[in-house]
């Protein structure tokens, strides 16, 4: 079994800043890609950032300049260091991992999701 595990959630004003960190652990034998989503009320889930193992980046053109995904990889862990935060940044935040398996199965995890609310 995999588990992603996320942190960091949680209330901020306009303009504020909050770091999310995204564990992923069990029968991994390797990881391609690490990344986050987000998914407002009322609205479809959506890229938010995403990282290679390589090291290739991309992001949302709503969030590019304020927001920086990087990775561990040695701890399967990625984080996304979100500035400048809008009231529309509001949303349950989802780590997503593409991986596989020890018994070499490909697939993607999600992770239970996060609270980020950004509101005066």
């Known amino acids: 079994q995999v588990q992603l595990v996320e942190s960091g959630g949680g209330l901020v004003q306009p303009g504020g800043s909050l770091r999310l960190s995204c564990a992923a652990s069990?029968?991994?034998?390797?990881?391609?890609?690490m990344g986050w989503y987000r998914q407002a009320p009322g609205k479809q889930r959506e890229l938010v950032a995403a990282?290679?193992?390589?090291?290739?980046?991309n992001y949302a053109d709503s969030v590019k300049g304020r927001f920086t995904i990087s990775r561990d990889n040695a701890k399967n862990t990625v984080y996304l260091q979100m500035n400048s935060l809008k009231p529309e940044d509001t949303a349950v935040y989802y780590c997503?991992?593409?991986?596989?398996?020890?018994?070499?199965?490909?697939?993607?995890?999600w992770g239970q999701g996060t609270q980020v609310t950004v509101s005066s």
């Open positions: 069990g029968s991994i034998f390797s990881i391609n890609a």
């Open positions: 990282k290679t193992s390589g090291g290739s980046t």
């Open positions: 997503n991992a593409a991986l596989f398996t020890t018994a070499q199965s490909m697939g993607r995890y």
